[in-house]
């Protein structure tokens, strides 16, 4: 799962040309669910960065400790929480890493999960706006989760959905058809992503300092002669 994402400055309106960004990207070293993540969605026509509460929060939804971080991509279209804003509300969140922590005998040894060439992820999300009155609203996401593939498997099970810049529009388009938009959900290809190990001090969420991003050993990586 997505517990943690590592966010860097981001060059944006490289990464999306037409998109419009009023304010600035939300970074941090090591940033936990139940606080503000940056997002970009669809506004008259045109990619637009925001910001909105980490962990999916519905009008009718009782206990804040509920609202969930993480989307299965498989129950997007079975789950009320998910059915409605996977139809008309999808999102986009900019980062440049996702923690993970890998059980070991003793104690859980925690991954950063980049690029390979350390360049931005685009992940896959979706949000939902609940009005406190009939002029101000809050909003909130949650990450869109699937399973890793066979590289990453030994690390966690599953990781936000990445989104290609090349797809963005159509990810974000509330008239791209559902059966579309889950089309570009999948495991990331085998040679986008790799992983190495970091500090356990970013087992502390309130630690943003930033070595705990800094690779503690090699990146577990695609190699061309694994496909021989």
């Not at 960004?21 to 936990?32: C, D, P, Q, R």
Request: charged share 20%; net charge positive; proline share 11%.
């Amino acid at each position: 799962m997505a517990g943690r994402l590592h966010i860097a400055p981001i060059d944006l309106e490289r990464l999306l040309p037409d998109l419009v960004a009023e304010s600035s990207l939300i970074t941090g070293a090591n940033l936990a669910p139940r606080r503000p993540l940056s997002l970009i969605r669809l506004e008259a026509g045109r990619p637009r960065l925001g910001s909105a509460f980490w962990g999916l929060t519905p009008p009718w939804l009782k206990v804040l400790d509920h609202a969930p971080h993480c989307a299965r991509a498989e129950a997007l279209q079975s789950r009320p929480m998910f059915r409605e804003a996977f139809g008309a509300r999808r999102c986009l969140v900019p980062a440049t890493g996702i923690y993970a922590w890998k059980p070991q005998p003793r104690f859980k040894q925690p991954f950063l999960i980049t690029r390979v060439d350390r360049g931005p992820l685009l992940l896959a999300g979706i949000w939902c706006r609940f009005h406190t009155t009939l002029s101000q609203y809050n909003d909130s996401l949650a990450l869109v989760t699937v399973p890793t593939n066979a590289l990453l498997a030994p690390v966690t099970d599953r990781l936000p959905a990445v989104i290609e810049p090349r797809d963005a529009l159509r990810w974000l388009d509330p008239q791209t058809p559902t059966a579309e938009a889950q089309a570009l959900l999948g495991p990331a290809p085998g040679e986008l992503l790799g992983a190495f190990t970091v500090s356990r001090k970013v087992n502390d969420p309130a630690n943003q300092d930033p070595t705990c991003a800094h690779p503690t050993g090699p990146m577990l990586r695609h190699h061309v002669q694994q496909e021989r």
